[in-house]
């Protein structure tokens, strides 16, 4: 099935700081998104993001799909961007299956 | 709030109890899934429902059982769990089953004691 793998794994800034997510995939896909699960588990959609690049405020994704990558920009960070950001992508043991990475774990100090 | 919500979202029960995770999207979607979150573990989805009926179970134990009755609601049925079965239980919808943008609610945190 499709490999999904996410860097760096952990990550510590400082308030105000900015910070890009890795993504990389190693088929094909037709979609891919991003998430960040906040420290209660919820997961919340941020990009639904299968190729070029979106904003929504202080953040921003580009995915390059013919390499096999995607890239999460956090700018000015503030502490309630804490938490595990998380990609994925269709594919694995049947169509409707969503692949998700291991997460980058994300601790933005005041 | 993402428009999907789940009870309980604590849950405690020994392992030879039988308990109910519940699962409800306001979004008007035709999928709904389960995922199982463990400590150091990627999401593993569990099942897809599409349009009420079953469509992909990822082998998962029998003492898992799901039901879905209708398009807004799912259910997780938990009888005779094992310790290794304490994580987090998410659920998601999606408005086709050919995985495109899916939707979380918040997640019910089982104990398994």
């Known amino acids: 099935g499709i490999q999904v793998e996410q860097s760096p794994p952990d990550l510590i800034l400082q308030e105000g700081a900015n910070s890009t997510l890795r993504c990389n995939f190693s088929?094909?896909?037709?979609?891919l998104q991003w998430f960040h699960q906040n420290p209660w588990g919820q997961l919340i959609n941020l990009f639904y993001?299968?190729?070029g690049t979106k904003q929504n405020g202080r953040l921003s994704a580009t995915t390059v799909a013919t390499e096999r990558y995607s890239l999460l920009y956090i700018s000015s960070s503030q502490t309630t961007d804490s938490g595990v950001y998380f990609c994925?992508?269709?594919?694995?043991?049947?169509?409707?299956?969503?692949?998700f990475g291991k997460g980058t774990m994300l601790l933005v100090s005041p | 709030e993402t428009g999907v919500t789940q009870t309980p979202r604590h849950l405690v029960m020994g392992m030879t109890n039988k308990k109910s995770l519940k699962c409800e999207q306001h979004?008007?979607?035709?999928?709904m899934y389960w995922y199982k979150q463990s400590a150091k573990k990627p999401l593993e989805l569990m099942f897809v429902?599409?349009?009420?009926?079953?469509?992909e179970n990822n082998s998962v134990p029998s003492r898992f059982s799901p039901e879905c009755p209708n398009s807004s609601h799912l259910f997780l049925h938990l009888h005779t769990l094992q310790p290794e079965d304490s994580a987090l239980y998410l659920c998601?919808?999606?408005?086709?089953?050919?995985?495109?943008?899916?939707?979380f609610g918040p997640g019910t945190r089982l104990t398994v004691t």
């Open positions: 088929d094909s896909v037709n979609n």
């Open positions: 979004l008007g979607h035709n999928a």
């Open positions: 998601a919808s999606s408005q086709d089953p050919l995985a495109r943008e899916q939707y």
């Open positions: 993001i299968p190729s």
């Open positions: 994925a992508v269709p594919g694995g043991s049947g169509y409707s299956t969503l692949t």
């Open positions: 429902y599409s349009l009420e009926e079953r469509v």
